[in-house]
């Protein structure tokens, strides 16, 4: 079974507006952390939000938020007020604490922000 | 200054051949990682090492090989290169807390072609 599952392989957005990606994770360690990456164009893995599975709260970070829905295992980003800068591949990952460390990812959204 | 820095950021060579790509952290990590991603842009954990343990993903043919001369580099060896090792490889490094939850940062990546 797929350990995180991005059900949204690209989206469309119009400059200015919010838009939620998706991001469920699959995991029986009750310590795991979730985090969202962005890969621009360029190539580069940039870290944006993290998410403990033991946080009364959920994350932000600037535009960035994190839907944290953990009896539905759901862990949704949520980016307010789009950006033409904002089009990339967004990933999510999990890391348990019983994996060595080791992120796993999903498959990627890849977001289009249309001005 | 550049937290983690990859060389080379392009590496052409044929079947057959053995190559490395080296790693650099200067953040004070004390756990680097190798990933891969395919063409498809799914990534997917190859190593985790720090200076205690070695884990590697079950899924690495043994051609692949991490070595760590020191806490701040690990390099990444291949030995008799396929067309189906073509990918991007990215180091990420990061710190083991105790609840091993920290955020991994992430290289440039080395995009390997084999012909």
New interface residues.
């Given amino acids: 079974a797929q350990k995180i599952t991005q059900t949204q392989p690209g989206m469309f957005v119009q400059e200015k507006e919010a838009v939620t990606l998706d991001c469920t994770y699959d995991t029986s360690d009750p310590?795991?952390?979730l985090?969202w990456?962005k890969?621009p164009s360029s190539?580069?893995?940039?870290?944006l939000i993290?998410q403990?599975s033991y946080d009364q709260q959920n994350a932000t970070e600037g535009r960035y938020s994190l839907n944290f829905q953990k009896a539905r295992k759901s862990a949704n980003l949520v980016i307010s007020a789009s950006q033409l800068g904002d089009s990339a591949?967004y990933?999510c990952?999990m890391?348990e604490?019983n994996a060595?460390?080791?992120?796993?990812?999903g498959?990627?959204t890849r977001l289009m922000v249309k001005p | 200054d550049t937290a983690v820095s990859q060389t080379p950021k392009y590496l052409v060579t044929q079947m057959g051949n053995d190559k490395s790509i080296k790693c650099e952290q200067n953040l004070g990590h004390d756990?680097m990682?190798w990933?891969k991603q395919d063409s498809?842009?799914?990534?997917?954990?190859m190593f985790?090492y720090n200076n205690k343990?070695l884990?590697i993903?079950e899924t690495v043919p043994n051609r692949f090989s991490p070595k760590s001369p020191d806490k701040a580099h690990l390099n990444l060896h291949i030995n008799s290169l396929e067309l189906g090792d073509s990918a991007?490889y990215?180091c990420?490094s990061?710190l083991?807390s105790g609840?091993?939850?920290?955020?991994?940062?992430?290289g440039?990546?080395t995009?390997l072609t084999v012909t």
Avoid: C, W
């Fill in positions: 310590s795991y952390g985090f990456y890969q190539g580069e893995m940039i870290f993290y403990g591949m990933f990952a890391r604490a060595g460390n080791m992120l796993t990812f498959g990627g | 756990t990682y990933y498809k842009k799914f990534l997917k954990i985790s343990e884990i993903n991007v990215f990420a990061s083991s609840t091993g939850l920290g955020e991994q940062y992430f440039p990546g995009r």
